[in-house]
Nanobody
Framework: QEQLTESGGGLVQIGGSLKLSCGAS????????CGWFRQAPGKEREFVAG????????TYADSVKGQFIISRDKAKKTVYLQMNSMKPEDTAVYYC????????????????????WGQGTQVTVSS
């Protein structure tokens, strides 16, 4: 099992930026890909972005394309989510997830494909 720890959440103004980090420990090295998801109050958890550890190929939800950037640092075993031009609708708890399954990039949006999850970090966008 891989332990994931998110950090970098907080309060940001509309139009501002925030960078989330997700550090991995435990049985690292077996992860095939990581993803970021978010869950707003009263809503279902939704896919935000995913990245392949091997190729660094990425995929994004339509709602964040051109706004968020996912990246990874293999040496640090860390995945990042750079969030720019933030809007009130970006307010949510953001979760990092990891999968050992050989998922294709196109299927990284399926939350049921992930094996391990972090505890989440709150992101609040306000005026």
């Amino acid at each position: 099992q891989e332990q994931l720890t998110e950090s970098g959440g907080g309060l940001v103004q509309i139009g501002g930026s925030l960078k989330l980090s997700c550090g991995a420990s435990g049985r690292t090295g077996s992860s095939n890909a990581c993803g970021w998801f978010r869950q707003a109050p009263g809503k279902e958890r939704e896919f935000v972005a995913g990245i392949s550890w091997a190729t660094s190929s990425t995929t994004y939800a339509d709602s964040v394309k051109g706004q968020f950037i996912i990246s990874r640092d293999k040496a640090k075993k860390t995945v990042y989510l750079q969030m720019n031009s933030m809007k009130p609708e970006d307010t949510a708890v953001y979760y990092c997830a990891s999968t050992r399954k050989p998922l294709s990039i196109s299927t990284l949006s399926d939350l049921y494909g992930y094996d391990d999850w972090g505890q989440g970090t709150q992101v609040t966008v306000s005026s």
